[in-house]
């Protein structure tokens, strides 16, 4: 596109600013927002992000890679995240193809469109921005190497109901295999080598999976029998995994938004994986095994995000923050400094078993917010079945510290749904938010005001790679029962109840265990107009049991029925170092209320020792 042109554009995109709601989503220019100069680079990369810019802008994985690519004299890395339906109505009635933040060039003009997956219900975006970027859908109507659709993200663990439509997807982490791949679209692009070519030989890098390149086959009950790969492609992929956290490039820098966004501070990853075997959890068995930073790098790391962005906070992230092996030590290396600066420093949910006085006392020097804790369920059975491995007893030890040490509002977080689970089970949370209010009265210090619990219930949605990975999940009238249940079941003024809506966690159990044949779904879904599903004011479950009438697909073959355990899985021939059989036991487990150690107790032989790092081997 000539200069002329592109200055043309700009100012088209510019008339359009005062028609939105929120125009500071879509000027750019923010301060440490990479610009280079388009003829000066051999690659171009445009980081998609299926939500609004201010969802996208407080994802840290963005944040790391696009500093990482920019740091590359050969690749410019720009953002571009879904555009608000203001914005989609302006850019179609004017003809406008959706377009980066750094240049304002569309998105046609891009060597490789990146989409993180962290959220299922965030597809039909994905379609929808390839469509407003003028780009076919389908990877094989894409017959060039330019416009390569690329993804990563949680949801490439199952990356089967969207397969048809992104080139190749990055299983694991992305610090190295996505810098690999681009280096060899790189040197494809110069010798003019083709797309099919090109794809082959990304094929053969750990941690890629090339969808085109397996066949899958069904059996006559609609299950598969098998996914067959072409001759010379693997016949599994494995994930990949950064090794040394310590050695982990991570930016020195954010870019500093222009407008509010969800999560609006500086945030330092103290360690990736978790401990715990929660069975419910896919995050805390695809990200294993732990890797740890230690605390002069972490705090080498906050301070020089806040002196490079003026943010005033910092959120110590992590799977499980208060699990960090010595919290204490890093709070204290922390508060040498942050105190001083004015700088508050902020932790996730806290677990119920590593709260202590200590903790107590540095997250009161640090913040006074409410606490959060997460028992998940609200019975013993219930926790063990989840194997969550926490007690009545230590829940009620907990708040009471907390108490006596001055707060008065508890946030408790609970999912409903869970496999085996019963009504006693789901009166049994509003019971344990009573308990905590009575705790609050009995502790001898607590606080002369008033004490506030919220209990937030979400439903249950089975996920890929974990234990409950064959369960059904609760019908849509089931968990309005079980939701109901609870609100009755409440039993003081001082509890204030939440729920999850059970017509997303419909949705997103389809398609978080669905296969390929939910391809034609989502697009038939995005010709009909849905978008931005996670979000409520534009969700319509009825719109999408109408598309998958029209497909003929049963969406409950995905979400509520009980897979055997010999039953080939979608994502079998994906290896996210974590045994079948492990999965198998530990489902069986769940059954017999059985719980099982976390990492740092005894090893549990899941798998995850084969990327030669992390607690597995230190435990030896």
């Known amino acids: 596109m000539g200069k002329d042109v592109k200055i043309a554009m700009n100012q088209s995109i510019e008339k359009l600013l005062p028609r939105v ?17 388009k003829e000066e680079v051999e690659v171009r990369f445009a980081f998609c992000f299926p939500d609004t810019y201010e969802v996208g802008m407080s994802h840290l994985g963005m944040k790391i890679l696009y500093h990482l690519f920019n740091q590359q004299d050969y690749l410019w890395c720009e953002r571009t995240f879904a555009p608000w339906v203001d914005m989609e109505e302006e850019l179609r009635r004017h003809q406008i193809p959706l377009f980066a933040l750094e240049s304002g060039d569309p998105l046609g003009e891009f060597d490789i469109l990146g989409f993180t997956l962290q959220y ?95 066949q899958v086959t069904y059996r006559e009950d ?221 502790t001898p210090n607590h606080s002369k005001g008033q004490v506030k619990v919220t209990v937030s219930a979400s439903s249950f949605v089975p996920k890929a790679f974990t234990p409950f990975q064959w369960e059904p999940q609760d019908s849509i009238e089931t968990l309005h029962q079980k939701q109901e249940h609870l609100v009755r079941s409440v039993p003081s003024r001082k509890i204030t109840c939440n729920w999850h809506d059970a017509d997303t966690s419909f949705l997103e159990g389809v398609f978080a265990r669905g296969d390929r044949r939910l391809g034609a779904v989502l697009e038939e879904a995005h010709r009909r107009g849905c978008k931005m599903d996670g979000w409520s004011e534009y969700f319509s479950l009825p719109k999408w049991l109408e598309v998958f009438e029209a497909c003929g697909v049963d969406p409950t073959f995905y979400n509520q029925r009980r897979r055997s355990f010999d039953e080939v899985l979608p994502w079998d021939h994906l290896d996210y170092g974590i045994k079948k059989s492990f999965l198998i036991e530990e489902c069986k487990a769940a059954y017999a209320n059985a719980v099982s150690p976390d990492c740092k107790q005894a090893c549990s032989a899941c798998g995850a020792a084969c990327f030669g790092g992390g607690i597995c081997f230190e435990t030896r």
């Open 120 to 214: 299922e219900l965030s597809y039909t975006n994905v379609l929808n921005m390839l469509d407003l970027a003028g780009i076919q859908l389908r990877s094989a109507d894409r017959k060039g190497l330019k416009n390569l659709v690329v993804a990563g993200g949680p949801c490439a663990c199952n990356p089967e109901p969207i397969a048809d439509f992104v080139d190749l997807f990055f299983l694991g982490e992305g610090e190295e295999v996505d810098l690999e791949v681009i280096e060899l679209y790189r040197q494809y692009k110069r010798e003019h080598r083709g797309k099919e070519e090109f794809l082959r030989a990304a094929a053969r890098i750990e941690g890629v999976y090339v969808p085109s390149l397996y």
């Open 222 to 442: 609609s299950v598969i029998d098998a996914v067959i790969p072409e001759p010379g492609v693997p016949a599994t992929v494995r994930k990949r995994i950064v090794k040394d956290m310590n050695r982990a490039y991570f930016p020195e820098t954010f870019v500093v938004p222009s407008i509010e966004i969800v999560h609006d501070r500086a945030v330092s990853e103290v360690q990736r994986g978790c401990y715990r075997g929660c069975r419910f959890c896919q995050a805390g068995f695809i990200y294993r095994p732990v890797r740890v930073k230690e605390i002069d790098v972490i705090d080498q790391q906050c301070h020089l995000l806040c002196q490079n962005t003026g943010y005033d906070e910092i959120s110590l992230s992590s799977l499980s923050t208060s699990d960090y092996p010595d919290i204490n030590g890093l709070l204290d290396e922390l508060l040498a400094w942050t105190e001083e600066e004015k700088v508050n420093v902020s932790l996730p949910s806290q677990r119920v078993d590593s709260f202590s006085n200590e903790l107590m006392d540095k997250l009161k020097t640090v913040r006074r917010s409410g606490l959060t804790f997460a028992p998940e369920a609200g019975t013993q059975r219930m926790r063990d079945v989840i194997n969550k491995n926490v007690t009545h007893e230590q829940l009620m030890k907990t708040v009471s510290t907390a108490f006596s040490g001055g707060w008065t509002t508890i946030k408790l977080y609970f999912m409903i749904g869970l496999p085996t689970e019963t009504l006693d089970d789901v009166a049994g949370i509003a019971q344990l938010g009573k308990d905590v209010v009575d705790a609050f009265y009995a």
């Open 21 to 37: 709601q929120k125009p500071g989503r879509y000027v750019g220019g923010e301060l440490h927002s990479v610009v280079k100069r």
